[in-house]
């Protein structure tokens, strides 16, 4: 039997570039932060915080998922998980339903994975709101389902007729990661022919953003963005459609790239506690990851790291990328500078931009005084030939994942 | 291929705290349900309570095991303080040493909740905004909110605790996720992730705005509500919907081998695992939906190469909702054919309630207890019998058992069904 090779087959992505891989690489190729101050009507009054600037996502719209009785029961989280869902399958030249005659693959055969950290919580603090000032009988009946995790699951599962594994990882900013090796892994061992992974994310809501902001994890807007003193927070969404290898063929559907390896693994600290040796487990787990790619290190052609972030993570994520690259270290993208930390969504739009960055054969630049560290610099652009991208995270508490994303032969 | 057993559990339910209080409350028949006005650890229901349509809960008593959890951990919202304790009663219980590396190398954890720390949240919310009339106010939450409002939390601090280095994996899909987990950490021991996997559930949802949004959705019990001992009724014909509960359970799961090359005891060994999904509706359970549960059921035991007839017991999601119960019966005896009517079918929740993602993982545990004690516990409150719910539910009186193989159901909110196949260890 030969192995099952993971291919990506479709993105969709909804973001503070704007929808689609287009805007995506429009935004991100022009190295321009597009993090911009909270606005008070879509969101919240920012100003009893001390951050006050987020990614946002330009207004969206799409009847084909968003119904009026969609929109009733969802939340934001769930409405931009549905339209990436929706715009992954399309490039995928997939059915919007996988229970139509039309479908190239039987429902059964079709798995999702989604990552989130805040889930609906925009949802929950309007009920909140509801029950304490006006009473039980002011609750919604989608209060539950429309703010916990498993929501977005549920609204994109059922809506595209999803019956096969479905899963959502809650794994704070290790999540998109622990999603898409859910999907890999699924595709791998044959439970499914076709993965729907991703990431949503809708933290612009005022306890949420008050949670961030008592942790100390952002950066105040008071200071200047070439300190980094916290991570900048975005909102989005990213899917990807993961397809076995030959399934793709068959369908004779262009394989956009493969993810070819993958390793995580935990090298926990103390919360709150500062962290700046290289961390071994980032090290070893990053040489999973290539070994099961079959590669070597000189191999990757650039690294999405899991920072900027905090600040004490990304010491720590240099350290450990300079024993792994020793001195000759790839080239580096760093698109969570431009749209901020998209947290649960931040490694599927990583990936996103991965695969668009090996496709278009361009690194995309970063502005300097964007990037925190000495290593983060952009070297002179080389002309090789872009083969390989390394992606990186780590959640709280030392939670690290490595994915290799690789142009198909 | 890896086999993987069980050789640690931990549990802390309305039953009790220790895995030995909580069999035997089963075993009598016991419930651990009581009414909402009695509720202990929440006083956001003072104001509130009464305007529910369901008044019955079932709440860990006296959770006194929180005062010698580490000063860190006692800071932690009720979901964090359950998950870690049963955490540490599962490592105890499978004399794992945890000061060796080689042991730390290879252990991760897979931690679920279906909603997280619903009190803090509420709390944190209702001082920072005044009970809801006010905008936040962001100077009144705490700077260690952020560690209660994750629904990983527990995974990352217990990840800490151990210094252990395997994955540290959080899922979220509702109320089959305790079954789910089990399976997501059987899986990565199998496929060579990790050699030991702490697979736990823990949920504290009793808190207005959780409460409310079932309530409100009418799968809440009300039927019984000045009789709460008598709300949760699986399979009854009276039964009018869940009795919300809380609790945590934990696995330590461990590769076959290194169990027995350390000379752990074996509780049971996980052979079979399934998860669908029936992609229909967000809290329906409708009879459409049973061939999805009856594909699940029939992965777990295509994996454990099982015949129906191997099948000797079987731990359903039964959660006393009039759809579920009568949807399940129909997926199993679509699964098993005639031979549904032969397995005593006994629904935990009728005792203990509807923990959510970790009532289900009750279940797993009452299904390895049911191997290794001999005793099936019975379906308590069963009456008046269901038509459409005509299996065997081991009414009121628990039972011996002998049998080899056990079968654990769950279903959940956003479509999902989990099953597992937990086999008698030999000899």
């Known amino acids: 039997m030969t192995e099952r090779v993971v291919a990506i087959t479709g993105i969709g992505t909804l973001t503070p570039a704007g929808r689609g891989t287009e805007a995506l690489w429009a935004t991100i190729s022009s190295g321009r932060a597009c993090l911009t101050a909270i606005d008070p009507q879509n969101y919240f009054d920012p100003s009893p915080y001390a951050c006050q600037i987020a990614g946002q996502v330009p207004s969206f719209d799409e009847p084909r998922v968003l119904t009026a009785s969609m929109m009733a029961q969802t939340d934001r989280c769930s409405q931009m998980a549905l339209v990436a869902a929706l715009d992954a399958l399309d490039e995928a030249r997939l059915p919007m339903d996988f229970r139509s005659e039309r479908s190239p693959v039987a429902p059964e055969r079709v798995s999702l994975a989604v990552a989130t950290v805040a889930a609906g919580w925009t949802y929950v603090e309007r009920e909140m709101r509801n029950l304490w000032t006006k009473g039980v009988g002011a609750m919604d009946r989608y209060a539950l389902t429309a703010g916990f995790p498993a929501g977005p699951q549920g609204h994109v599962g059922i809506l595209f007729g999803v019956e096969g594994r479905t899963r959502t990882f809650v794994s704070e900013r290790a999540s998109g990661a622990h999603a898409l090796i859910e999907g890999a892994k699924a595709i791998q061992r044959g439970d499914a022919e076709i993965v729907i992974a991703g990431g949503t994310e809708a933290p612009l809501t005022p306890l949420v953003w008050a949670a961030y902001h008592a942790s100390n994890m952002l950066q105040p807007t008071s200071e200047g963005a070439d300190q980094h003193t916290g991570m900048f927070i975005g909102e989005g969404s990213t899917f ?55 590669i070597h290190p000189a191999a990757v052609d650039v690294i999405f790291p899991a920072g900027p972030a905090l600040p004490a993570e990304d010491v720590a994520e240099e350290a450990a990328l300079k024993c792994v690259f020793d001195g000759e270290y790839p080239r580096v993208a760093i698109p969570k500078a431009i749209l901020g930390h998209l947290q649960g969504a931040a490694v599927a739009t990583d990936v996103a931009i991965a695969v668009l960055a090996l496709g278009r054969q361009v690194i995309p630049p970063t502005q300097d005084s964007l990037l925190p560290t000495d290593l983060m610099s952009t070297n002179e652009c080389t002309a090789s030939f872009l083969k390989h991208a390394l992606v990186l995270s780590c959640g709280l508490g030392g939670m690290h994942a490595s994915l290799v994303i690789s142009r198909p032969e | 291929m890896r086999r993987v057993v069980i050789t640690g559990m931990g549990v802390v339910s309305p039953l009790g705290n220790t895995i030995d209080a909580f069999w035997r409350g089963l075993i009598s028949g016991r419930s651990g349900i009581k009414s909402l006005k009695d509720i202990t650890h929440c006083d956001l229901f003072e104001r509130l309570g009464d305007e529910f349509a369901s008044q019955v809960i079932a709440e860990v008593e006296q959770f ?65 905004t005044q009970n809801g009339s006010e905008a936040v106010d962001p100077a009144k939450v705490s700077p260690e909110f952020y560690l209660d409002w994750l629904c990983n939390s527990p995974a990352v601090l217990l990840a800490q605790l151990f210094d252990l280095h395997g994955p540290c994996d959080a899922l979220s899909s509702a109320c089959a996720s ?21 697979a736990l559930s823990s949920e504290a949802p009793l808190a207005p705005t959780r409460f409310g949004g079932c309530d409100v959705i009418h799968c809440l019990a009300t039927g019984f509500n000045d009789e709460p001992q008598r709300a949760s009724r699986p399979f009854d014909k009276n039964r009018s919907g869940f009795v919300m509960g809380e609790g945590a359970g934990a696995f330590l799961l461990e590769e076959r081998e290194h169990a027995i090359k350390r000379g752990a005891h074996i509780y049971a060994e996980i052979t079979g695992f399934g998860l669908t999904s029936n992609a229909t509706h967000m809290v329906s359970l409708k009879p459409a939906v049973a061939p999805h549960l009856t594909r699940a059921i029939k992965q777990a035991m295509d994996e454990a190469k099982i015949k129906p007839q191997d099948i000797h017991y079987i731990n359903p999601h039964a959660s006393s909702t009039n759809q579920n119960d009568q949807t399940e019966t129909s997926a199993i005896k679509g699964a098993l054919g005639e031979y549904a009517y032969e397995v005593p079918v ?23 207890l049911s191997l290794t004690e001999g005793m099936l516990h019975p379906t308590i409150n069963y009456e008046e019998p269901d038509p ?12 011996p058992f002998t049998g080899t193989n056990s079968l654990v159901l769950a279903s959940g909110f956003s479509g999902t069904h989990a099953t597992l196949v937990l086999q008698k260890v030999a000899g």
Not at chain 2, 179 to 198: H, K, P
């Open chain 1, 240 to 294: 990807l459609i993961l397809e076995e290898r030959e399934h793709a063929i068959r369908r004779d559907v262009p394989i956009l790239a493969e993810i070819r390896g993958w390793s995580r693994g935990t090298d926990a600290y103390p919360l709150g506690a500062s962290r700046k040796q290289p961390s071994q487990k980032l090290v070893q787990i990053i040489h999973a990851s290539l070994a099961q790619a079959h």
């Open chain 2, 64 to 128: 006194e095991e929180a005062q010698q959890l580490p000063e860190h951990i006692r800071r932690r919202d009720r979901y964090v303080q359950f998950a870690v304790e049963v955490a540490l009663q599962a490592v105890r219980d499978a004399h794992l040493d945890v000061s060796s590396s080689a042991i730390r190398d290879h252990w991760g954890i897979a931690f679920t909740t279906a909603v997280g720390a619903a009190q803090t949240t509420e709390d944190t919310y209702c001082l920072a």
């Open chain 2, 178 to 198: 305790g079954v789910d987990v089990i399976g997501y950490a059987f899986e990565s021991i199998r496929d060579g992730d990790a050699t030991i996997m702490l």
């Open chain 2, 346 to 368: 006994s629904a935990t929740k009728s005792e203990i309630g509807h923990s959510l993602a970790t009532a289900s993982f009750f279940g797993a545990m009452a299904a390895v």
């Open chain 2, 388 to 399: 459409l719910c005509d299996l065997d539910c081991v009414p009121n009186q628990a039972r």
